[in-house]
């Protein structure tokens, strides 16, 4: 069975910091790119920052120079670190794992629960 399980949201106040993390298991994660989305209130859910089995990273340019993703394979976790937190930044925080085979000949999609993030003073 698969399971993305994300932790370390909680509530924070402006120009915090905070840090996500990302336990996988019943995939091979190394061959995974997995990344953050977030969903705030009212609004469609976006992709925050993705990094993939070979360490590229890429972020949303609301977050570029604030968040950094990384990934420790011999703990099957993704991380994302939160700096200079902002109120916009509010909102559920979902982990995702993707496999795309070779020719894709399949896509492997997988998403974790969720966790909240709240930013306010």
């Known amino acids: 069975q698969v399971q993305l399980v994300e932790s370390g949201g909680g509530l924070v106040q402006p120009g915090g910091s905070l840090r996500l993390s990302c336990a996988a298991s019943?995939?091979?994660?190394?061959?995974?790119?997995m990344a953050w989305y977030r969903q705030a209130p009212g609004k469609q859910r976006e992709l925050v920052a993705s990094i993939t089995s070979g360490g590229s990273t890429n972020y949303a340019d609301s977050v570029k120079g604030r968040f950094t993703v990384s990934r420790d394979n011999a703990k099957n976790t993704v991380y994302l670190e939160m700096n200079s937190l902002e109120p916009e930044d509010t909102a559920v925080y979902y982990c995702?794992?993707?496999?795309?085979?070779?020719?894709?000949?399949?896509?492997?999609?997988?998403w974790g629960q969720g966790t909240q993030v709240t930013v306010s003073s």
């Open positions: 995702n794992a993707r496999y795309r085979a070779p020719f894709n000949t399949y896509d492997n999609d997988y």
């Open positions: 019943g995939i091979m994660f190394r061959l995974y790119t």
